[in-house]
């Protein structure tokens, strides 16, 4: 069924701009060609971001910050196994996605601890990189509170994830 | 930013001191290097969406679009500029279908709008950022794709309870900061 949405949308986008009599290969083209100097602009970014991951994961910090923190996640009800995947979701997208597909063939596709951690995964996002890629084209030195709220966020998330995993 | 990476790194790096020199420059290497090829990837995402952007732009479907969002942008982010709007409702578009990587460039586009310079993040500007970290899809493909893949009897089991889960994370960021940004405002006019 979603395998449709995308080729449909494009369908009805070629369409209705070749009835609007807009030139639609000259202008994909101009659109493409935005994406070079965009990808040049962030990709320091990127890089910094990835290595400051990298380090913090091969250092064992994570393995030992999820110990440390075990007793609040399980007050939470957010199972032991699944606090280095809820320390790491926001900092990498690849890095969780992997560690996902340790949990799922660790303890089973269908398992309580496997639900849980799939929708942890889909409800939440790559906070730190979504956001240093946001305002790396800006000025912005100081972004207040929208770190601490997506960080909370994210946090009720995997709680509540939990816990509707448990009854649904 | 500044202070959360230098705590990262300065962190780990004296950690990995005393367990593993030899692989602080080895993994920094590896992961500048998977950076790039996950730019290069990138390059290819964006030059796709970005094509199609153009044409949804050129045909005038943007506009249509940041109609129909228009109550709901002006609601949340208080704006009044019409090129942002567009922006701005193409990135939730986009966020909302699942397709983080197109949202990107048109969430990067509508922040670079919002940047009044000043150094400090507008209002508008946190309450972008905040949708697009909790982001509110509707289809989590990549983690079905890989449930199935890992021998589930239903993969798709999960969508309803993330959609429910990542709702109520949205509606949380947005009423956590409008919130803030009332206090902020608040406090602002009490200092002229």
Known sequence: MSAYIIPIIFIAIFCYSKYKKVNTYDTFVRGAKKSIPLVVDIFPYIAAIMVAVALLRASGITALLANALSPVFNFLGVPTELIELVLLRPFTGSGSYALLNDVLVQYGADSYISRCACVILGCSETIFYVTTVYISQTKVKKLLYAIPIALICATFGAVFACLLCKIM | ?192
Not at chain 2, 19 to 40: Q, T, W, Y
Request: aromatic share 4%; proline share 3%; glycine share 6%.
């Open chain 2, 1 to 192: 930013m500044n202070k959360i990476w230098f705590v990262m790194v300065v962190g780990s790096i004296c950690f990995l001191l005393w367990r593993d020199p030899s692989s602080v420059l080895d993994s920094m290497i590896d992961a500048s290097g998977e950076a790039f090829s996950l730019c290069i990837e990138l390059c290819a995402v964006y030059a796709v969406w970005l094509g199609v952007l153009e044409l949804v732009e050129a045909s005038g479907l943007s506009e249509k679009l940041a109609k129909l969002l228009h109550p709901l942008i002006k609601k949340l982010f208080k704006i009044d500029d019409k090129e942002t709007e567009k922006m701005i409702a193409l990135n939730m578009s986009a966020n909302i279908l699942g397709l983080g990587n197109a949202a990107t460039p048109m969430g990067i586009n509508a922040i670079k709008r919002l940047d009044d310079g000043s150094g400090v993040a507008t209002n508008a500007m946190i309450m972008l950022i905040v949708l697009n970290a909790t982001s509110l899809q509707l289809l989590p493909s990549t983690v079905v794709g890989l449930r199935s893949s890992a021998g589930s009897t239903s993969p798709s089991d999960i969508i309803l309870p993330t959609i429910i889960v990542t709702f109520c994370t949205c509606l949380l960021g947005i009423c956590l900061v409008k919130l803030c940004n009332h206090i902020r405002d608040k406090l602002k006019r009490k200092k002229k």
